[in-house]
Nanobody, 126 residues
Framework: QVLLVESGGGLVQAGNSLRLSCVAS????????MAWFRQAPGLERQFLAA????????YYADSVKSRFTISRDDAKNTLYLEMNSLKSEDTGVYYC???????????????????WGQGTQVTVSS
């Protein structure tokens, strides 16, 4: 079975940085598309960033481009999201997701992904 576990969330002040981690079990990150989504209270789950199955390409929502960086460590089977210059608008629950089919195309919608982590809360104070 597939298990994703996020960690690294917390309370930070605007302008600071935070790095989230997502450890995957049951799938190798080197063969699967993975992504980060965020959900704020009362809002729909929003795409933030994705990395192709090969690791050669990354994709970002306009709101986080140049501030967030998605990466992975194949040896640790772990996905990361480095967040810099955090803003109050970045507050929300951050979810790691993986596409179940190997070598699939990158998607930007929640329904494109098959397995999800439990989420980690990020709160940015102003």
């Amino acid at each position: 079975q597939v298990l994703l576990v996020e960690s690294g969330g917390g309370l930070v002040q605007a302008g600071n940085s935070l790095r989230l981690s997502c450890v995957a079990s049951g799938r190798t990150v080197s063969d699967h598309v993975m992504a980060w989504f965020r959900q704020a209270p009362g809002l729909e789950r929003q795409f933030l960033a994705a990395i192709s199955w090969s690791g050669r390409s990354t994709y970002y929502a306009d709101s986080v481009k140049s501030r967030f960086t998605i990466s992975r460590d194949d040896a640790k089977n772990t996905l990361y999201l480095e967040m810099n210059s955090l803003k109050s608008e970045d507050t929300g629950v951050y979810y790691c997701a993986i596409r179940g089919i190997p070598r699939a195309a990158v998607g930007q919608m929640p329904h494109d992904y098959d397995y999800w982590g439990q989420g980690t809360q990020v709160t940015v104070s102003s």
